[in-house]
């Protein structure tokens, strides 16, 4: 698992390479955000396969698979799961460090269980 901590007004898609070095994965499950060519071309080169839904603007709409994307809730809950430590939802922190110190120890105490 890794998180990167960014700017709220900055969108996810910029730090997907980021996440994305050096893992090895058999399908990479996201949503339309990720739908970028060079996303997409990153997890080709893995290897993987890429299961991202197309943006409806795509002029040549690709394929995915349907089933395997309903496995990103997992994703998703997780996220939810992360929220409900309270420090966490409300951003209490003043730091960035500090915020990010408390992410792990939330994470690893879902890992844990």
């Keep these: 698992m890794r998180f990167f901590l960014s700017g709220g007004q900055a969108a996810d898609c910029k730090y ?6 050096g893992l090895k994965a058999d399908a990479v499950p996201a949503d339309k955000g990720y739908d970028a060519d060079y996303i997409i071309e990153a997890v080709s080169r893995m290897k993987s396969l890429v299961i991202i839904p197309p943006k409806s ?23 939810n799961k992360l929220k409900q430590f309270r420090r966490i939802a409300t951003q209490y922190d003043k730091t960035a460090l500090s915020f990010f110190a408390f992410l792990i120890i939330a994470a690893i105490c879902l890992w844990i269980k």
């Excluded at 997907?16 to 070095?21: G, K, R």
């Design 57 to 79: 603007n795509r002029k040549i709409q690709r394929e995915y698979d349907n089933d395997l994307y309903k496995e990103r809730n997992l994703v998703e809950r997780m996220f």
């Design 16 to 21: 997907a390479l980021s996440l994305l070095d």
